[in-house]
């Protein structure tokens, strides 16, 4: 669901919230001091934009959260599966520059209270974990190549095997992202999901436009990753939000042509 506070609106997901002891949102584009093609509230210094802006966007998002901005982790996504788990000693990296941020990676986790878990988007898909029973956290970045790397089973397993976690009792929220509506791939891509799903998956999650091309269902594909990892369906939020048709509300990296910001997704146990 969308909220508002001091002029900015953010996702927020009803399972987080009544299951109590974890913030977690995912923030909009509206709201911040970024001037375009970078409007407003764009939360990646990796975009050209303005540092100064970044972390002013940064504080003004994470402070409704009361996510200390300096205290935050983040890392360069590169697309692909590779998962970082996080501590204390963790906290600022990338906070406030790009240089000190975690290289390389798609995948944060944590069991420490007050490390927040950041990654940022502009048409991916974010992932959102919450193991209450195990007090543990994770953000991943489900774009295609991700979700065809199963970045979220890998996540779920991971969990489980750190942790402890029981996928039946996994919490999981999906953001805003590119919708089957709008995701048009090629043969390619059918061709990395062909791998992880069968034909009657691939026929509901692919609809062909002809010429090679299909619009395909990112984060439904994603969901049923997570089910398939063991997560039950009712312990699944989806925000149902497409980046692409709603770019007045987020950042489309698609629907821009590749020049825009980016909306974060965190993540802190409390």
């Not at 990892?229 to 497409?242: D, F, Q, R, V």
Request: overall charge negative.
């Amino acid at each position: 669901m969308i909220e508002i506070r001091n002029g900015i609106p953010f996702v927020t997901f009803s399972l987080f919230q009544k299951a109590g002891g974890l913030a977690a949102a995912v923030a909009s584009r509206r709201g911040g001091v970024s001037c375009a093609p970078f409007d407003a509230l764009n939360m990646s210094f990796s975009t050209g934009d303005a540092p100064e802006d970044v972390r002013e966007n940064r504080r003004r998002f994470l402070s409704l959260l009361h996510i200390p901005p300096e205290d935050i982790v983040s890392c360069h996504q590169v697309h692909g599966t590779h998962i970082e788990e996080v501590g204390a000693a963790d906290r600022g990296r990338g906070a406030l520059d790009a240089e000190s941020a975690l290289p390389e990676t798609d995948g944060l986790m944590t069991n420490e209270k007050g490390v927040p878990l950041t990654m940022n988007f502009a048409d991916c898909t974010p992932l959102l974990f919450y193991d209450k029973a195990h007090h543990a956290a994770a953000v991943a970045h489900g774009g295609w190549r991700g979700a065809a790397g199963d970045i979220a089973g890998k996540m779920v397993r991971r969990m489980t095997e750190r942790y402890g976690t029981d996928p039946a009792e996994l919490l999981a929220g999906i953001g805003p992202a590119i919708g089957g509506c709008s995701f048009e791939v090629g043969e390619d891509v059918i061709g990395a999901f062909e791998t992880l799903f069968d034909r009657a998956d691939m026929e509901t999650l692919a609809r062909p436009r002809g010429g090679g091309k299909y619009l395909f269902d990112l984060p439904e594909a994603n969901r049923r990753l997570l089910l398939r990892a063991g997560l039950l369906p009712h312990h699944i939020e989806s925000c149902g939000l497409c980046t692409y048709c709603r770019d007045d509300l987020f950042f489309s990296y698609r629907k821009s042509g590749g020049k825009t910001g980016r909306h974060m997704a965190a993540a802190m146990l409390l």
